[in-house]
């Protein structure tokens, strides 16, 4: 039996995917921040299958949470086939976590940065390993802003998404090169209509609303998601990024090796604390 390792399993497009794979053949482990949203997410399981699950606490607010998970994991698991990386926001307004970093550069991109990269130092991540990044079409207004990585000077909420977005495209370019061995492919899983904005104090109820009017359900972005992984295990198809259910070329911007490479500079640097 495969397992599948999803993050931000407790809402949306995570919490579809949870259930999704529960009642598929296979091993599901959730990450999530909040225990009752926890105990929501195991509750909604098929009884038939509910041995086949299990969920952990971590904040991805703080990195110190990761290798905590990581251990935690790697005592009831020593392999992992699958890894999606799927939790985030949308942050109307900008805050440092503790380790001095945006929070959205943070939850989005660089906690599963380092989560991946410490599955992939212990391996965990078994060879063939596929991830896959729930990214967004957003990426495609995205730079990474070298000089001011927590883009602290004029901080835009959409810029701050859009650069967490294609960084997990373009750190996925980079691990491709350096572990032949795995599989990496990102996702843009449509608009969808769930709690993303729902981190924004007061006005999140009316941020949401307009979400879930706009947007489509979370079971149809979970279903993309899905599809997408069958693909390309079943073809073995490795560094492609996919419009919902197709695959397109992501941003021109998104393929520039010298700023991966600084991307991927930057990132070691951040997390290199919480590495060891
Ligand atoms: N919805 C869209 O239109 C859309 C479009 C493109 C891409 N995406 C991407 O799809 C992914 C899933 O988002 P969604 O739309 O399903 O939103 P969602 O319903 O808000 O789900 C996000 C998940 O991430 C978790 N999360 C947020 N902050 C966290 C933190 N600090 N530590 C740990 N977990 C945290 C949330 O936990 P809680 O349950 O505790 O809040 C939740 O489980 C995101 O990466 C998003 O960028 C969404």
Redesign the pocket.
């Given at each position: 039996m495969k397992t599948v390792l999803i993050?931000?399993?407790?809402?949306?497009?995570?919490?579809e995917l949870f259930k999704i794979f529960s009642n598929e053949k296979y091993y599901v482990i959730g990450?999530?921040?909040?225990k009752q949203?926890i105990k929501k997410t195991l509750n909604s399981i098929n009884k038939n299958r509910e041995n086949l699950q299990s969920f952990y606490l971590?904040?991805?607010?703080k990195l110190e949470d990761i290798k905590k998970v990581f251990n935690k994991i790697s005592k009831e698991v020593n392999s992992i086939d699958i890894l999606i990386n799927?939790?985030?926001?949308i942050f109307v307004n900008n805050k440092l976590t503790k380790n001095n970093i945006e929070r959205t550069f943070q939850?989005?991109y660089l906690s599963h940065f380092l989560l991946t990269e410490i599955l992939l130092k212990n391996k965990i991540l078994n060879s063939k390993a596929h991830i896959l990044n729930?990214?967004?079409?957003?990426h495609g207004r995205g730079e990474i802003n070298l000089d001011d990585i927590n883009n602290l000077q004029n901080y835009n909420a959409v810029k701050s998404y859009a650069q967490s977005?294609v960084s997990q495209i373009m750190w996925g370019y980079c691990l491709l090169e350096k572990h032949k061995e795995i599989y990496i492919n990102s996702v843009?899983?449509?608009?969808?209509g769930?709690?993303?904005l729902?981190?924004n104090g007061f006005i999140s109820p009316i941020l949401v609303f307009f979400h879930k009017i706009y947007?489509k359900n979370?079971k149809y972005?979970a279903k993309n998601v899905f599809e997408v992984l069958k693909h390309v295990l079943k073809n073995n198809i490795n560094g492609k990024y996919f419009n919902e259910r197709n695959e397109e070329k992501s941003s021109d911007y998104s393929y520039n090796k010298i700023i991966q490479e600084k991307l991927l500079q930057i990132s070691k640097k951040l997390v290199k604390d919480n590495l060891e």
């Open positions: 993050t931000g399993a407790t809402s949306g497009i995570g919490f990450i999530g921040r909040n949203r971590c904040n991805f607010e799927n939790a985030g926001g939850v989005n729930v990214s967004s079409k957003v977005k843009h899983p449509g608009i969808i769930t709690r993303l729902s981190n947007g979370a972005g």
